[in-house]
Nanobody, 121 residues
Framework: VQLVESGGGLVQAGGSLSVSCAAS?????MGWFRQAPGKEREFVAF????????YYTDSVKGRFTISRDNAKNTVYLQMNSLKPEDTAVYYC??????????????????WGQGTQVTVSS
């Protein structure tokens, strides 16, 4: 399965941006991670296979929304009220074994190439 992200870009603080991730095949749990310059990659959000369970890291709760369209094999991350500290390369990841919710990147089997999100102050 290949994952292809799109939708990153440059936005001013307080603005909104949406990124998407299209999978070439069926996936189960999907996650978004991000990596800022000089920092380790960190968990952002997770959505279950059916879309009825969603989890977020504390720093994005109330601002980011993860969703998916299984008919299109696509997962989305809507980002509102963006802050400069949200600047990072955003990666989507997919679980092919129905492991369920995980913030551990080692529990994901497929990764996209990443898309840059830059929030200016």
């Amino acid at each position: 399965v290949q994952l292809v992200e799109s939708g990153g870009g440059l936005v001013q603080a307080g603005g909104s941006l949406s990124v998407s991730c299209a999978a070439s095949g069926r996936t189960f749990g999907m996650g978004w991670f991000r990596q800022a310059p000089g920092k380790e990659r960190e968990f952002v959000a997770f959505i279950s296979w059916k879309g009825n369970s969603k989890y977020y890291t504390d720093s994005v709760k109330g601002r980011f929304t993860i969703s998916r369209d299984n008919a299109k094999n696509t997962v989305y991350l809507q980002m509102n009220s963006l802050k400069p500290e949200d600047t990072a390369v955003y990666y989507c990841a997919a679980d092919r074994m129905l492991r369920g919710y995980s913030e551990n990147e080692y529990n994901y089997d497929y990764w996209g190439q990443g898309t840059q999100v830059t929030v200016s102050s």
